[in-house]
């Protein structure tokens, strides 16, 4: 007899297990899918834990390894990824504001100037506020001279009737009430003014030049200070003062540096004899018969006899030491090139053409 083997059929059913989830309001804020294997620590495990970390001086090796891995860490460029980290913006503002509440810019603004102005040269001079130019900043200056056939123009007002002594044409008005009335060239420079700060003889100078020029649309010399670099410390290079006069008038401004005497007297007698004011960076010394005695500074040349011999000097140091004082005095062309070759002429001559 066969026996049949009937296969038994298994009755399958779903198990579903519950496990228990732990609610975030109940404990510390976290919400948990299911609550897993792993269990906390009770405080007498976290104790001896801490104990044998302690008495193993494991964190003194730990720190001893993160600072040998931390101290061979460069950047991208090979310099030490150091430890100042940037400010987040939040951070920059809420400094930003209270600077601002605190006044503290006028403080630090008020005690340089206080520094600046009492410094003084190993000669016992004041350090102005006129730098003397870069090598770079000459080379510019003598290629758009050479461009423009500056040279060739200058040497034509030199040769002009008059320069040899003769008359010359008055062309402006002037500050100072007792100007030679013959025989002199005028510039249109027909108002005065003191530097503000200690350093600012370069924008003060622009200043007066400009001020003619543009009636219309006048500057301030903190407008001028902010337009051409000024630096409270250092002053100003000539040519960011010429770049600025530049773009605000019609006339063309022009920088000489190095020049010989000859070529001085030539540029101020152009300048002059083209209405405008001349501005010379020099050093004024009282050997050289200047009223002062300051290391590096601009001035501003009003009129020029036609010889060339004699200028007017308009001075913004005048007014910054005597408040109310127009700064205007005359002097030898002999003395000014003194002041201007100090530095073999590196702070350099702006003149008009």
């Not at 948990?32 to 970390?53: C, D, H, M």
């Not at 960011?240 to 019609?250: A, C, P, T, Y």
């Not at 209405?275 to 040349?301: A, K, R």
Request: contains cysteine.
């Amino acid at each position: 007899m066969k026996l049949k083997f009937v296969a038994p059929i298994l009755a399958c059913a779903v198990l579903t297990v519950s496990l228990p989830v732990a609610a975030s309001a109940a404990d510390d804020g976290y919400t948990f899918v299911i609550r897993g294997g792993a269990k906390r620590a009770t405080p007498e495990q976290i104790a001896a834990s801490n104990a044998e970390l302690e008495r193993a001086g494991v964190w003194d090796i730990v720190d001893q390894r993160v600072e040998e891995i931390v101290s061979a860490q460069v950047t991208e460029n090979g310099s030490f990824r150091g430890g100042a980290r940037s400010a987040t913006p939040e951070q920059i503002a809420a400094s930003n504001a209270e600077l601002e509440r605190e006044g503290v810019w006028d403080i630090v603004d008020q005690r340089i100037e206080e520094i600046v102005s009492a410094q003084v040269t190993e000669n016992g001079s004041f350090r102005g506020g006129a730098r003397s130019a870069t090598a770079e900043q000459i080379a510019a200056a003598n290629a758009a001279l050479e461009e423009a056939g500056i040279a060739e123009i200058v040497a034509e007002t030199a040769a002009a009737p008059g320069v040899s002594g003769e008359a010359g044409t008055e062309t402006g008005s002037n500050v100072t009430a007792n100007m030679p009335s013959f025989g002199w060239y005028y510039s249109n420079v027909d108002y005065y003014f003191a530097q503000e700060k200690a350093m600012s003889c370069g924008p003060a100078s622009v200043r007066m030049v400009l001020f003619p020029l543009n009636y219309n649309l006048s500057y301030t010399e903190a407008e001028i200070r902010e337009a051409t670099g000024w630096s409270q410390t250092d002053g100003s290079y000539l040519c960011d003062l010429v770049d600025f006069l530049n773009e605000v008038q019609h006339n063309h401004f022009w920088t000489v540096y190095g020049a010989s005497k000859g070529t001085v007297q030539n540029s101020l007698l152009t300048g002059i004899a083209n209405g405008n004011g001349c501005i010379v960076g020099l050093t004024e010394s009282t050997d050289f018969g200047f009223p002062y005695d300051i290391d590096g500074h601009f001035v501003v040349i009003s009129c020029i006899n036609t010889s060339a011999t004699e200028v007017e000097v308009l001075d913004p140091w005048t007014g910054y030491v005597s408040p109310g004082t127009a700064g205007s005095y005359f002097m030898s062309m002999d003395d000014l090139y003194e002041g201007y070759d100090y530095y073999d002429g590196s702070i350099g001559l702006a003149f008009s053409s």
